[in-house]
Structure formats: structure tokens, C-alpha cells
């Protein structure tokens, strides 16, 4: 069995010009960007190429972006000769790119992922403008302290990502409160986070009846790679078990820590973030010091992987 797991990157990971690079000399990333501008019918390449930055870090452009580049980036490494991926004995994804490790399982095809994930951000955008919403990094601060002051404030931790790391999400007012009372309980850091709603709290629960529309009209596959899911940390092998992590993922907490120490336990050593940025790759190694973590995030990147 290979020890190694593929891991995409969420929201908060897009950059201006992410994939340019990619477009611009390997002939199967453009055609996947190409595939994403007639999918949604916007230029979601120029966005992701040109910006602006305020209009790409919208959630409902970030999410298809972040999983266009993630998607192209794979393809690239498929293609640029000399490199060769360790197959994955699992993949995963952080949130949004929950949907690019599905689609790289064979879920479904990269075109529906990237028209869910348009479709997902919209309906996000929507929920959090109907009930005004916010999130937090609280650094510095154990899970137990962290659900304490989650409980004093009528918050929920909506990421557990790794140790001395919890975002918490809910009403914009209780996570003022809530800031003060991490700082006050010891915490070494709060940090607001941009995002324009309340993302895996009960503030989305909207966002979970138009998106369970979508999720029903579309043709799900059994996952060919075992992927684990955003809320069990667990290995999703059925369509159906997918179709309720997706629905229930909207408002439920993101276990990405307890994700990565399961791959582990089942064996894997080697962690490849796909996708822009490097966020998933830092926190894996605050959660596992003797994982391997490798970046593909750009042209450079798959080159050197040939060269190593």
C-alpha cells in the first residue's frame, strides 16, 4: 500500500496570478481552465490570473478558483515529463477543497465540481448576508478552552485545524465576545478572519436547503481512492455517505486535524499539498512533526518535484 495522501487547499488560499504560470505552458492546465470559463460562463480564469483581489476573494468566485487551480496544478504534474506522484492511499480536502479531492476520487467530473463549488459559494454568500456572520482564529488555546468560550458565547468551533489552532464562527457580536474571552482565558492570538458569513455554524443552514437541491440532482460515483471526510475524519466509500458529509459539512466543523492523524495511523508518511499556497502543508506539520509534506502550487514546484 502506498503511504502517501493528496491534500487541496480551501478558501483563504487563492492569490492573484495563482495558475498563470500553468495557463500559460502546459497544455492540459489551460485546457482545465478553458473547461472551468465555458462550465460557469464567466472568465473565472482571468479572475484567478488578473483579479482584482477584493473580487477573487469573494466566496462565490474564490471557491470554483481555488479548485480550478488545484485541479490544473494535478493535471500539469500528470503531464510535464519526469514527474511521477506517489499514488494516493487516501485524499483529502480542507472545506472547499473537500469537493476537488471528491473530484479527483472520480466522484463526479472536474465540470460538476467546479459548477458546485460556484453554486456552494453563491449559496454561502447568501446565508451570510441574511444573517450577519463572522469567524476567528483563536492561537494559543486548547480544544477544551476553546469550546468553553465557544459555550459562553453561543459560537461553535467551525475549524479544528491543528494544535494551538481553532477557528470559531457565529454571530458577528458573539464573536467579538468571544475574542475577548480567549484572549482572556490565555490565548496568544485572536484573529478576525475576511469572510463574508458564518461558514460551518448553524448560521448556513440556508445554505444547506439550496445546496441539497443541487446535490440531489447530481449523479454521484462511488469514491475510486478513500476520502476523508471534512466532519467524520473518517474514509467516505459510497456515493450516499458523500451526499451527506457534503450537506452536512456547511454547518458542521472541519476535523482537519483529526483527519490528518487518521491518515497517519493508517500509515501515511507523505503529505502532497496540490493547490495553491501552503496552508494545509504548515498545519500539517504542527500536527504530525514526522509526516513529509511536499507543495505543488505552481510551475517551479512540479519542476523541481522532476529534478528531486
Known amino acids: 500500500m502506498t503511504n502517501a495522501a493528496w491534500v487541496f487547499p480551501g478558501q483563504g488560499s487563492q492569490s492573484v496570478g495563482m495558475g498563470r504560470d500553468l495557463y500559460d505552458n502546459v497544455k492540459s492546465a489551460r485546457s482545465i481552465f478553458e473547461q472551468a470559463d465555458k462550465a460557469l460562463g464567466i472568465s473565472i480564469s482571468r479572475l484567478c490570473f488578473e483579479g482584482p483581489e477584493d473580487e477573487l476573494r469573494q466566496t462565490i468566485n474564490a471557491q470554483p478558483a481555488l479548485l480550478t487551480t488545484a485541479f490544473a496544478c494535478l493535471e500539469a504534474t500528470r503531464e510535464i515529463a519526469g514527474v511521477k506522484l506517489p499514488s494516493p492511499a487516501f485524499v483529502a480536502g480542507h472545506s472547499l477543497g473537500e469537493y476537488t479531492a471528491l473530484a479527483v476520487a472520480g466522484v463526479f467530473d472536474f465540470t460538476t465540481a467546479v459548477r458546485l463549488a460556484r453554486e456552494r459559494g453563491r449559496l454561502m454568500h447568501e446565508a451570510g448576508q441574511k444573517q450577519a456572520g463572522a469567524m476567528a482564529a483563536i492561537l494559543g488555546l486548547d480544544e477544551a478552552k476553546v469550546a468553553e468560550v465557544c459555550r459562553q458565547t453561543d459560537t461553535v468551533m467551525a ?19 468571544a475574542m475577548e ?41 462511488n469514491p475510486s481512492i478513500p476520502v476523508i471526510g471534512n466532519t467524520t475524519a473518517e474514509p467516505m466509500t459510497t456515493a450516499e455517505a458523500v451526499k451527506t458529509e457534503l450537506r452536512y459539512q456547511l454547518t458542521s466543523p472541519i476535523q482537519w486535524q483529526r483527519s490528518i492523524e487518521y491518515m497517519a495511523g493508517k500509515g501515511v508518511t507523505t503529505f502532497i499539498e496540490i493547490g495553491p499556497g501552503r496552508v494545509l502543508t504548515g498545519l500539517i506539520r504542527r500536527i504530525n512533526r514526522d509526516a513529509k509534506t511536499i507543495n505543488i502550487g505552481d510551475l517551479e514546484a512540479i519542476k523541481n518535484l522532476g529534478n528531486s
Do not use: K, W
Open 159 to 177: 475549524n479544528i485545524n491543528c494544535p494551538g489552532q481553532i477557528v470559531i464562527s457565529g454571530p458577528a457580536g458573539n464573536v467579538t465576545r
Open 181 to 221: 474571552m480567549a484572549t482572556a482565558a490565555g490565548a496568544s492570538r485572536t484573529v478576525p478572519l475576511q469572510v463574508s458569513g458564518a461558514f460551518h455554524s448553524p448560521l448556513m443552514q440556508p445554505a444547506v436547503e439550496g445546496m441539497t437541491q443541487y446535490l440531489d440532482a447530481t449523479t454521484f460515483n
